[in-house]
């Protein structure tokens, strides 16, 4: 996966995603369940969204991603808010030589992007050795519903001025998985044309059962986990779960 390519229309495209929700969520789990300090390792950060909201709330950011044109977006978004905060290109499977923090998150369902349980597990246990003692940490992922549902052998579209994508999804080859063939048309100011862009993305998910089972292995006891942004327990037609889990 590379958002390389996409990282320059990706905030046109995710204009009505639920970053205030994300933000909310993890504000209101780290009052519940006693977060020990404001330091937030930020993983899979993208172009700043969620870590900027969160720096304007008053935590601690740290930003990870492994996009380098992603990071750069989210310093120059930064920039332009008036805020700064550090930023590392790091894979979250193999995260390294950074201090403790806190609270942990991968939001966004950037967790699906890891295409092994050895990736997951792997990520488990660095963020576990990021945390400090008692430390929080919150993910969200899509339900194996949502990828054989919502995803699989479905089309997407967007037709505007600025951009244009059409957006195909089809069943992976492991299980839980999909494959997206996206094809962008972004407008050049400059010449009035538009220049295409062309990305292949993998996502793959786990059944909540996997997960609990590799963050205990980590060491984190599971402290709720709930769907769709509510306090609501998985169902068998719910499309994102979210985690909260504390440090041992």
């Not at 740290?62 to 008036?82: R, Y």
């Not at 597990?121 to 945390?131: E, K, Y």
């Not at 709720?224 to 979210?242: G, K, L």
Request: proline share 4%; net charge negative; aromatic share 14%.
């Amino acid at each position: 996966m590379s958002y390389e390519q996409l990282a320059y229309v990706y905030d046109h495209l995710m204009a009505d995603a639920p970053y205030d929700s994300w933000v909310r969520y993890l504000c209101e789990e780290t009052e519940h369940f006693q977060a020990p300090g404001n330091r937030v390792l930020d993983l899979g950060c993208g172009t700043g969204e969620v870590s900027i909201r969160l720096i304007k709330k008053g935590f601690d950011v740290t930003g990870v991603d492994m996009s380098e044109n992603m990071l750069a977006v989210a310093a120059e978004k930064a920039g332009k808010e008036g805020v700064v905060f550090p930023l590392f290109q790091q894979d979250m499977s193999k995260l390294e030589g950074l201090p403790e923090y806190d609270i942990a998150t991968i939001f966004c369902d950037s967790l699906n992007y890891l295409s092994t349980p050895e990736e997951v597990r792997d990520t488990f246990r660095h963020v576990h050795s990021h945390l400090a003692p008692e430390g929080l940490f919150l993910f969200d992922v899509h339900s194996t519903y949502q990828m054989a549902q919502i995803f699989s052998n479905q089309t997407f579209t967007l037709n505007e001025e600025e951009v244009a994508y059409i957006w195909s999804s089809f069943p992976g080859e492991e299980p839980h998985s999909v494959e997206h063939d996206l094809t962008f048309f972004v407008l050049d100011e400059e010449s009035g044309r538009y220049d295409r862009i062309e990305e292949f993305h993998q996502q793959r998910t786990f059944p909540v059962r996997d997960f609990i089972n590799w963050l205990q292995e980590a060491s984190f006891d599971v402290l709720s986990v709930t769907t769709d942004f509510s306090d609501a327990p998985p169902e068998e037609t719910s499309q994102r779960i979210f985690f909260t889990c504390r440090k041992k």
